[in-house]
């Protein structure tokens, strides 16, 4: 289907983007790869696109200090390639693979999809897992919300109408932590019907995608002290909605196997 | 506000300047306003791939970026790839491996292919199929195609 009709408009600064956002009916526009099909499919019928993809600030991979900061306007391909993020935050090297096909992933921005916050993409958990901090620009500046307490609901983050993400900071992996994406779909890029970013440091979390409106953190599992009890309390952390094709029992089953992986990886000495 | 931008874009190696609505993908620009029918509408929301065009270099769903946003962008199609004799060795592997039946999916799998084969020496055939996982052919003929990108990434005949 077609679009419907609506104004655009891309702002040279993040004054100018604020004050169009502002607008009765204004949308962000990234990437588009999550937006533009739901505008081609009439799902969404904004007045206003304001594409902030103009908005130099919102870009560039660094490394400083022992924190990774990621410009939210970094694409999945910006994020495959980067030398500092396969070295500092191996996880979201293995998340990106799995994140749809080559030819979404130049233009889907890390950004877009931790705003949009669909409750089976990779990033969410991603960050969840590591403890990373969302950096929100508004108006009056910027605030920084750490992760766990920004996934508030189904496609609900905390986010204001006339807020964006700006970047997000990743703690640099330690010599002595791990870490360990990992994913079930049907087939390379589809919708994961159950995924896992593990991280251990002085504690672990276990942080499951498809598996709940945002991501959920398995607090019992992560604290357990061996595997053979993580596997047994996982079904009070996790209470997975069914989708077409699996249901809720089979995916509390998949997120055993894959929680069982994910320990084995962790434990395991490099 | 205005619902319609002027832009300005180089595709195929040609500068071209047109008012588009914001509303109008990509694809839709490249068929209907400079009749480069080559790049095909399957879903248009992003499944099937076969609106796949090169944009500043990289592969991209055509229908899920407005025309406005290619405003001072470098945009190849399956056209100007075919003029240009980029894709000639993909298109006679196809041709040769009997790679397309109805051919609807042909232009965008010829696109995603080229992007491995430029961006990589050889690949195994389960990578060349992660990379063309974005592209569907309805006629079922995958077999045929990661042979013919196979025959041309990795020198096999």
Same mark, same amino acid.
């Given at each position: 289907?077609?679009?419907?009709?609506?104004?655009?408009?891309?702002?040279?600064?993040?004054?100018?983007?604020?004050?169009?956002?502002?607008?009765?009916?204004?949308?962000?526009?990234?990437?588009?790869?999550?937006?533009?099909?739901?505008?081609?499919?009439?799902?969404?019928?904004?007045?206003?696109?304001?594409?902030?993809?103009?908005?130099?600030?919102?870009?560039?991979?660094?490394?400083?200090?022992?924190?990774?900061?990621?410009?939210?306007?970094?694409?999945?391909?910006?994020?495959?390639?980067?030398?500092?993020?396969?070295?500092?935050?191996?996880?979201?090297?293995?998340?990106?693979?799995?994140?749809?096909?080559?030819?979404?992933?130049?233009?889907?921005?890390?950004?877009?999809?931790?705003?949009?916050?669909?409750?089976?993409?990779?990033?969410?958990?991603?960050?969840?897992?590591?403890?990373?901090?969302?950096?929100?620009?508004?108006?009056?500046?910027?605030?920084?919300?750490?992760?766990?307490?920004?996934?508030?609901?189904?496609?609900?983050?905390?986010?204001?109408? $006339?807020?964006?993400? /700006?970047?997000?900071? +990743?703690?640099? @992996? !330690?010599?002595?932590?791990?870490? #360990?994406?990992?994913?079930? =779909?049907?087939?390379?890029?589809?919708?994961?019907?159950?995924?896992?970013? $593990?991280?251990?440091? /002085?504690?672990?979390? +276990?942080?499951? @995608? !498809?598996?709940?409106?945002?991501? #959920?953190?398995?607090?019992? =599992?992560?604290?357990?002290?061996?595997?053979?009890?993580?596997?047994?309390?996982?079904?009070?952390?996790?209470?997975?909605?069914?989708?077409?094709?699996?249901?809720?029992?089979?995916?509390?089953?998949?997120?055993?196997?894959?929680?069982?992986?994910?320990?084995?990886?962790?434990?395991?000495?490099? | 506000?205005?619902?319609?931008?002027?832009?300005?874009?180089?595709?195929?190696?040609?500068?071209?300047?047109?008012?588009?609505?914001?509303?109008?993908?990509?694809?839709?620009?490249?068929?209907?306003?400079?009749?480069?029918?080559?790049?095909?509408?399957?879903?248009?929301?992003?499944?099937?791939?076969?609106?796949?065009?090169?944009?500043?270099?990289?592969?991209?769903?055509?229908?899920?970026?407005?025309?406005?946003?290619?405003?001072?962008?470098?945009?190849?199609?399956?056209?100007?790839?075919?003029?240009?004799?980029?894709?000639?060795?993909?298109?006679?592997?196809?041709?040769?491996?009997?790679?397309?039946?109805?051919?609807?999916?042909?232009?965008?799998?010829?696109?995603?292919?080229?992007?491995?084969?430029?961006?990589?020496?050889?690949?195994?055939?389960?990578?060349?199929?992660?990379?063309?996982?974005?592209?569907?052919?309805?006629?079922?003929?995958?077999?045929?195609?990661?042979?013919?990108?196979?025959?041309?990434?990795?020198?096999?005949?």
């Amino acid at each position: 289907m077609k679009a419907p009709s609506f104004a655009y408009a891309k702002p040279r600064s993040l004054a100018e983007a604020f004050e169009l956002l502002e607008r009765p009916g204004a949308k962000v526009l990234a990437g588009g790869q999550s937006l533009i099909p739901t505008l081609n499919m009439r799902l969404s019928s904004p007045e206003l696109l304001v594409d902030i993809t103009g908005l130099s600030s919102f870009r560039g991979i660094t490394l400083e200090l022992g924190v990774v900061r990621i410009g939210a306007l970094s694409t999945h391909a910006d994020i495959e390639k980067s030398e500092i993020i396969a070295k500092h935050v191996p996880m979201l090297a293995q998340a990106v693979t799995q994140v749809a096909h080559p030819a979404i992933r130049n233009r889907g921005t890390l950004g877009g999809s931790l705003a949009l916050a669909d409750p089976a993409a990779e990033y969410p958990a991603c960050v969840v897992a590591l403890d990373a901090t969302i950096v929100v620009a508004g108006k009056d500046g910027e605030r920084l919300v750490k992760a766990e307490g920004f996934f508030k609901g189904l496609f609900e983050v905390d986010l204001g109408p $006339a807020e964006l993400v /700006a970047a997000v900071e +990743f703690p640099a @992996l !330690g010599k002595d932590e791990r870490s #360990v994406f990992l994913e079930l =779909a049907r087939r390379q890029g589809d919708y994961a019907i159950i995924g896992l970013a $593990a991280h251990r440091s /002085a504690t672990t979390r +276990f942080v499951f @995608l !498809g598996a709940g409106a945002t991501p #959920v953190l398995a607090k019992n =599992a992560s604290s357990a002290a061996d595997l053979k009890t993580a596997v047994s309390v996982l079904h009070q952390d996790l209470d997975p909605p069914a989708d077409l094709y699996n249901s809720s029992a089979t995916k509390l089953h998949l997120a055993k196997v894959l929680l069982e992986r994910a320990w084995n990886t962790l434990t395991t000495s490099h | 506000m205005e619902h319609a931008n002027d832009i300005t874009l180089t595709v195929n190696g040609t500068q071209v300047s047109r008012r588009v609505q914001a509303r109008q993908h990509l694809v839709d620009f490249l068929r209907e306003e400079l009749g480069l029918t080559g790049s095909h509408l399957g879903c248009e929301h992003g499944v099937c791939g076969a609106c796949t065009v090169r944009v500043n270099g990289e592969i991209v769903r055509g229908c899920l970026m407005l025309a406005v946003q290619a405003d001072g962008c470098r945009v190849d199609t399956v056209e100007g790839l075919t003029d240009s004799k980029e894709l000639s060795e993909i298109q006679r592997a196809f041709h040769q491996r009997n790679a397309l039946q109805c051919g609807f999916c042909t232009p965008g799998m010829l696109m995603a292919a080229q992007d491995l084969i430029r961006h990589g020496r050889s690949a195994s055939r389960e990578r060349i199929r992660e990379h063309i996982s974005g592209n569907y052919c309805r006629c079922t003929g995958y077999q045929a195609i990661v042979d013919a990108i196979e025959e041309v990434l990795n020198g096999k005949a």
